[in-house]
């Protein structure tokens, strides 16, 4: 079920809730026990077969977890602690493979050996990347000993709350159970008409911008790598529109989950932090889908880095240090490391080239600015100046760099992405409108490369206007602040711009006019093409 | 200003009932009449953004099980696209077959489904039908319609199309309790025992009706290879002794050069009764007064072919099924 649905607004959403406030005055039990069967049906609304997936894995995921919970380290079982852990981690990666990778492993082999595999197209279970990777953390929490006790139904919450299930943010077990088993009995009503308007303001983002820019896009998307080539002006829409598209798209499906979670009294994890206003790809990747930034971080890129870092030890070779710069040590232990988890990164995003080589872009990205930020820390040349100074062309560099890996993202193949790229530093020549290219003197004039044509106007001005609001505007989190939306936002004291204290939210009769008129403007576009570019993943 | 999260909630809440009232209103089920549904129909098709198409789903999913039987053990199956819907869901095809206490179901589909559609769906019904009439009209063209796109890329769409039969379970008896709560936009509901479509609404009619005639022959370099699916489409048909006939319904640039050569391709004729001073309301589509003189035609011409084929002793089955 969509949260941009119909059925889920007027339907799932109010019975969900309004059952829960109910039965959370009763038991808490038993209000915890409607969350669960309530998500059950959530995730079974899409395609009832999906249960038969994930309820057996999630049975199977808990044996482990009690098993590697009670075995301790010195009984005789201790010492199988380790290879059951692996286990579980294989099974719960070799379903997502399956599901996920089947077809596009095949399809290469038969691209690449020759082959003649039949290549049959698996139903991939909704949100199965973001399950498998939360079952993994908890399964290595257990064993890490920071999970001390757990039981079936708050496991069943975990990886089921409907809020998170299909779309993330990717929750840790023991930030979010704590705040179940801590609900008080009495609806907070602040928080509940908070949770309302961030749901609303995630809507809007995701039907009226996302959706919209999408319409737009299709088209030239769909165009790119048919030989006519994609203009400067088209391939930038293309590239810009895109980025905007994803993050509206994303953050307000980030947004709407956090709102819903908020109303049940819970806040879930940040995941968008104005990522677009960024001063360099680290802190980009500190701000866009930041809880799968985390769970790389920790569970790949970390122990990939302690590794090498103790093998190098061990072999007696210089290490990373703050005041020198070793090339052979940063290539081992930081720039492999985070190479191998952006292609990761890539591959979890889809099953195809082209996400692994956005990753792998976005890999080199981030070793490039590793080694700039070591680069300047050795030589000692930062001052507050400096940093004023490149705070700016950092934005423009990371904004640029994401823009251009976001084609690759987009594009349908290889040579739709190339077209576009080619377009964006203008080696499809410049499409301008007729009456301007007449205005500057037409073909007698201008260079061969400038000519006339159709430029949509709309879509550049509704682009222009997004980025307006990406990077200028408050974000929803900020706007919301005051109630701490999600965990680790707190209000800012002294807050000094004006069109930050403009957007301060407060539950009054005003603020329901506008949050109100939002809805409006969101139901008003329902039943146009629409998907969660995530939900998938 | 004081927080008020109550008043705040209601607000919200309310602002968005009402949003939601209006869009089921003019882009939802309820922009359609609801009003003719009775114990037989179900709507079949509303020009709305949020409801579309449900026709084909309907089948694909096997979600309206009386209209899913009733075609599979119809004796006469007509399969065809929404030309076919129109020309033949007359009084006069169904005092035809009534006559003669024959079961007929007509199988035609909105946006000139093809048999990438009906070739799936008739492999799971195994129809009953002794006779298969086939309008070849765009038929073996290989494109993917909007609604069989979903069908056959979306996992969940069974999902999409049972929603739409619950709101019809809703938009029925509202619709029929206060009918001025629907709209009037254009809509199409089948009967599930005949398939008969009922054509409401206001919209979609022209101001002057359109006459019929032949248009120019199009794509002409891709008839060899609808020929080749009309073949692989027919061949699985006639496999139990059944009759097929081919019919062509006229429109305003009617395709008769592709049907013949479709047609001549399969070695079976083409039956089209040349009425004169047929018209469409949209250059498309039979009005009704063109229907039923052109559906009253054709079972004077291919009467007597269907009524052998029924028959268990006739030598048609051979004539046309081998």
């Known amino acids: 079920m969509l949260f941009n649905s119909t059925e889920f607004i007027l339907v799932f959403m109010p019975i969900t809730l309004l059952g829960f406030l109910f039965l959370r005055g009763v038991s808490r039990d038993l209000a915890l026990g409607w969350l669960i069967m309530m998500s059950l049906g959530f995730y079974a609304w899409w395609r009832p077969l999906n249960v038969f997936i994930i309820v057996p894995s999630i049975v199977l995921d808990f044996a482990i977890a009690r098993c590697l919970l009670n075995w301790n380290k010195d009984s005789v079982l201790g010492k199988y602690r380790k290879p059951l852990l692996i286990t579980g981690i294989v099974v719960n990666l070799a379903v997502l493979g399956y599901f996920k990778y089947t077809t596009f492993f095949l399809t290469a082999m038969n691209q690449v050996a020759g082959t003649d595999f039949v290549i049959t197209y698996v139903v991939l279970p909704l949100g199965i990347s973001f399950i498998t990777f939360q079952k993994i953390a908890f399964l290595i929490d257990v064993h890490g000993g920071r999970l001390e006790r757990f039981s079936f139904r708050d496991y069943c919450l975990f990886i089921l709350f409907f809020p998170q299930l299909i779309a993330g943010p990717i929750v840790h077990f023991r930030e979010m159970i704590p705040q179940f088993q801590n609900l008080p009995p009495k609806l907070d009503r602040n928080l509940f008409a908070a949770g309302i308007a961030l749901f609303t303001i995630g809507l809007f983002k995701k039907v009226v911008l996302a959706d919209r820019m999408a319409e737009y896009l299709s088209p030239i998307y769909s165009m790119a790598g048919s030989g006519d080539g994609v203009s400067l002006i088209m391939a930038w829409l293309a590239s810009l529109g895109f980025t905007m598209q994803i993050y509206f798209d994303f953050s307000g499906y980030s947004d709407m989950a956090a709102g819903l979670a908020l109303c049940i009294g819970v806040r ?49 070779k210089s290490n990373l240090k703050p ?187 005003a603020w329901g006019f506008v949050i109100g008129g939002l809805a409006i403007a969101s139901i008003a576009q329902f039943g146009g093409p629409s998907e969660f570019l995530y939900w998938q993943f | 200003m004081n927080s008020k999260p109550v008043m705040f909630t209601a607000i919200v809440v309310l602002m968005m009932l009402c949003a939601f009232a209006y869009h089921l209103r003019t882009q939802g089920i309820f922009a359609c009449n609801g009003s003719v549904y009775g114990q037989t129909r179900f709507l079949a098709y509303c020009n709305s953004l949020s409801y579309r198409d449900y026709d084909q789903g309907s089948f694909w999913h096997q979600l309206d099980e009386s209209a899913y039987r009733h075609a599979r053990q119809a004796q006469v199956l007509f399969i065809g696209n929404s030309k076919l819907q ?36 008739l492999a799971a019904m195994k129809p009953q039908a002794r006779v298969i009439v086939i309008h070849v009209d765009r038929l073996f063209e290989d494109r993917l319609t909007p609604p069989m796109t979903i069908l056959a890329n979306d996992p969940g769409s069974r999902r999409i199309f049972r929603t739409k039969k619950v709101w019809q379970r809703i938009h029925r008896p509202v619709c029929s309790f206060a009918s001025e709560l629907c709209g009037q936009n254009f809509g199409l509901h089948r009967n599930m025992e005949n398939g008969h479509w009922l054509f409401t609404g206001t919209q979609g009619r022209l101001d002057q009706p359109v006459p019929t005639g032949d248009g120019p022959p199009l794509e002409q370099e891709r008839w060899p290879d609808r020929a080749q699916r009309a073949r692989d489409f027919i061949a699985p048909l006639q496999a139990d002794n059944r009759c097929v006939l081919l019919i062509l319904i006229p429109s305003q640039k009617t395709r008769r050069e592709e049907a013949l050569y479709i047609a001549d391709a399969l070695n079976l004729p083409l039956i089209s009764p040349d009425v004169e001073g047929l018209e469409t309301f949209d250059r498309n589509h039979l009005d009704e007064a063109s229907a039923t003189r052109w559906s009253t035609a054709l079972f004077e011409t291919a009467g007597d072919m269907i009524e052998g084929c029924l028959s268990p002793q006739t030598s048609l089955d051979s004539e046309h099924s081998h």
């Open chain 2, 86 to 121: 129109f020309a033949l869901s007359t009084q006069a095809t169904s005092d035809w077959f009534a006559q003669r206490s024959t079961s007929h179901f007509l199988f035609g589909f909105a946006h000139n489904e093809t048999v990438r559609f009906f070739s799936p769906v």
């Open chain 1, 323 to 509: 005041n020198s710069f070793s090339l052979s040590a940063f290539l081992v232990v930081l720039a492999a490391p985070t190479m191998f988890t952006m292609f990761v990164s890539g591959l979890w995003h889809g099953a195809g080239y082209l996400f692994i080589l956005w990753g792998l872009l976005h890999g080199l990205y981030l070793v490039i600015n590793h080694a700039w930020r070591r680069r300047t820390s050795v030589s000692k040349a930062t001052n507050e100046n400096r940093e004023r100074m490149m705070k700016p062309i950092g934005f423009v560099i990371t904004f640029v760099s994401v823009a251009v890996a976001m084609v690759i993202f987009r594009a349908p193949d290889v040579a739709a992405a190339a077209d576009i790229l080619r377009g964006m530093i203008g080696l499809n020549g410049l499409v301008v409108p007729e009456n301007i290219y007449a205005a500057l003197g037409g073909d007698a004039a201008l260079p061969e490369f400038i000519k006339a044509g159709h430029i949509p106007r709309f879509p550049l001005a509704f682009v222009c206007v997004l980025l307006v609001i990406a990077l200028l505007a408050p974000n929803s989190m900020e706007i919301t602040a005051r109630y701490e939306p999600t965990l680790g936002v707190k209000p800012k004291e002294n807050e000094q711009r004006w069109l930050y204290r403009l957007c301060d939210f407060k539950p009054t009769i």
């Open chain 1, 268 to 316: 879930l994890p940040l995941n968008f932090d104005s990522p677009l206003k960024a001063t360099s790809i680290i802190d980009f990747w500190n701000r866009w889908h930041i809880t799968l930034t985390h769970f790389l971080t920790a569970y790949i890129y970390n122990p990939l880095t302690l590794a090498a870092t103790r093998n190098r030890i061990r072999k007696g």
